[in-house]
């Protein structure tokens, strides 16, 4: 049996969750306020996302470094790697705000897109 309290994210009320997986694999969840508290804990406990958010290098732009995301979630223990890949990018300026940088970070599927605009250097 595994017991773990952690904070519920989806909504600004945070609610404090007690989630225990028994020897069986039945997961049960103490603490939320509604269902996707309860929705939360599950993933958390058997296969947790995120959302990564980094900067990527620019090359011949306005600003040294552009901001960027996935576009959705990936595996959180896929995130270390993904860090990796994107420290290993430059991008030529321009770049706009939602283009994306790389199509498929780590093999996630997932995309990864700029989250601002970065002119062109005169
Ligand atoms: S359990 Fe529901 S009410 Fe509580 S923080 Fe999560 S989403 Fe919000």
Known sequence: METRVFTCIRCPMGCELTATINDNGVITVKGNACIRGEQYARKELTSPLRVLTTTVRVIGGTQAMV???TKGD???EKIMDGIRQLKQIQVKAPIQIGEVIVENLVNTGIAVIATKT???RA
């Open 67 to 69: 901001p960027v995301r």
């Open 74 to 76: 990936i595996p959180k």
């Open 118 to 120: 970065v002119q062109k």
